[in-house]
């Protein structure tokens, strides 16, 4: 078998009539993917794209509105049970994909097949809200990956410097798309709407002195803000801040699967963006989550040891126009603490509940005080 029976496979998919029905085409599916060895990655990403979007098509309009094709559907299913049954059959690609990957000569298809798998189990990230049992299950299966940490959490910094960089350094770039993608938004769909962002040198090399710059040169798979790898959650803040919330609270992992020689506050850093998109969510429930991914990482860090080193900013009267390294340090030196202590407060005030008011207040004192003194109050004054 190979890529005509993978396409046979994948075609064959719309025509289950139950959930018996794709589980064997699953099997097919993974028994063509096997004896695919050049470029298997693409074919990896074709596969799990279209099982997921085949899947998640047949949950119930009760859960998902929207869905037009549901209805004449044979049979519906919950999203938990699409969750499960995707799982199902990515569950043996982790195994197969990690088995090759580690004997491949070439890193970059080994790291692509490993980045595809990931932004599957991202995108079942994205789709679990409760269920505290699937959501250990795909934390497991993302640690499996073989991909570092960091690198995953790296993803949204690096995302929001790329923007800055772009707008700084090619202000015709700028548009409304990008505006959309930053933690103001309250959801990803903004983010996949982004067209021929690669077809200017210009942009192709700020994206690649960025990841540079990040150590993401060699995860190519997830640098991608259009095309497919894009569009099931390469870049999802949802599925990413789910995993990170799952991970750092989960009973067997929590934060010791944080490798101890990175700095605390490195990681308060990076999870820090995701906290502050999920707290600025209008979901209720998410916003706790966010507080309380906070929370945990600020209790590995010390007290009154956090410097920042935050510039006030441009000033906008001032021509000079600044290099693309000037401006990457610039972004590094920005201020990041304000907004997010600004959005904790908007969440303490619009909280009914006196209890979550409380618990956010406390989250907000646990983050004040990881502030080194005199950074503390320079940096309330700058926030008043």
């Known amino acids: 078998m190979g890529k005509e029976e993978?396409?046979?496979?994948?075609?064959?998919?719309?025509?289950?009539?139950?959930i018996e029905d794709l589980r064997a085409q699953f099997a097919v599916v993974h028994e063509a993917l096997s004896d695919i060895q050049r470029k298997?990655?693409?074919?990896?990403?074709?596969?799990?794209?279209?099982?997921?979007?085949?899947?998640?098509?047949?949950?119930?309009?009760?859960?998902?509105?929207?869905?037009?094709?549901?209805?004449?559907?044979?049979?519906?299913?919950?999203?938990?049970?699409?969750?499960d049954l995707c799982l199902q059959f990515i569950e043996p690609l982790i195994h197969s994909t990690v088995l090759v990957a580690d004997v491949l000569d070439d890193e970059q298809e080994a790291v692509s097949?490993?980045?595809?798998?990931?932004?599957?189990?991202?995108?079942?990230?994205?789709?679990?809200?409760?269920?505290?049992?699937?959501?250990?299950?795909?934390?497991?299966?993302?640690?499996?990956?073989?991909?570092?940490?960091?690198?995953i959490l790296a993803t949204l910094r690096f995302r929001e410097e790329l923007i800055e960089c772009r707008r700084a350094l090619l202000p015709s770039y700028e548009s409304d798309s990008e505006a959309e993608s930053e933690l103001d938004s309250d959801d990803d769909e903004g983010l996949s709407e982004h067209t021929g962002e690669f077809e200017s040198e210009d942009t192709q090399w700020i994206t690649e002195q960025v990841a540079k710059a990040w150590g993401l040169t060699k995860y190519r798979y997830f640098l991608q803000t259009s095309g497919q790898e894009y569009s099931f959650t390469a870049w999802s803040y949802?599925?990413?801040?789910?995993?990170?919330?799952?991970?750092?609270?989960?009973?067997?992992?929590?934060?010791?699967?944080?490798?101890?020689?990175?700095?605390?506050?490195?990681w308060l850093f990076h999870i820090a963006a995701y906290a502050h998109y999920m707290i600025h969510s209008k979901d209720h429930q998410e916003r706790l989550c966010g507080l309380e991914v906070l929370r945990v990482i600020c209790d590995v860090c010390p007290n009154d040891k956090l410097t920042l080193d935050a510039e006030r900013g441009r000033d906008e009267n001032n021509d000079t126009s600044l290099s693309f390294r000037q401006q990457a340090a610039s972004f590094r030196k920005r201020d990041w603490m304000s907004p997010l202590i600004q959005v904790i407060t908007n969440a303490m005030v619009a909280f009914p509940e006196v209890n979550d008011r409380s618990s956010t207040l406390a989250v907000l004192k646990e983050l004040v005080s990881k502030i080194a003194v005199t950074d503390r109050y320079s940096k309330l004054i700058l926030f008043s």
Not at 121 to 150: M, N, T
Request: charged fraction near 20%.
């Open 238 to 266: 949802r599925g990413i801040g789910n995993f990170v919330h799952a991970m750092i609270t989960d009973e067997q992992h929590g934060v010791n699967v944080m490798p101890a020689a990175v700095s605390p506050f490195s």
């Open 6 to 18: 993978l396409l046979d496979a994948l075609a064959g998919l719309p025509a289950a009539a139950s």
């Open 40 to 83: 298997r990655w693409k074919f990896l990403e074709d596969a799990c794209s279209v099982v997921l979007r085949q899947v998640f098509s047949l949950v119930s309009n009760d859960e998902i509105d929207g869905m037009s094709d549901v209805d004449s559907r044979e049979f519906t299913i919950s999203t938990q049970e699409g969750v």
């Open 113 to 151: 097949q490993r980045g595809v798998v990931i932004a599957a189990l991202l995108y079942l990230f994205a789709k679990v809200s409760k269920d505290s049992e699937i959501k250990s299950r795909l934390v497991a299966k993302v640690l499996l990956c073989g991909v570092e940490i960091h690198v």
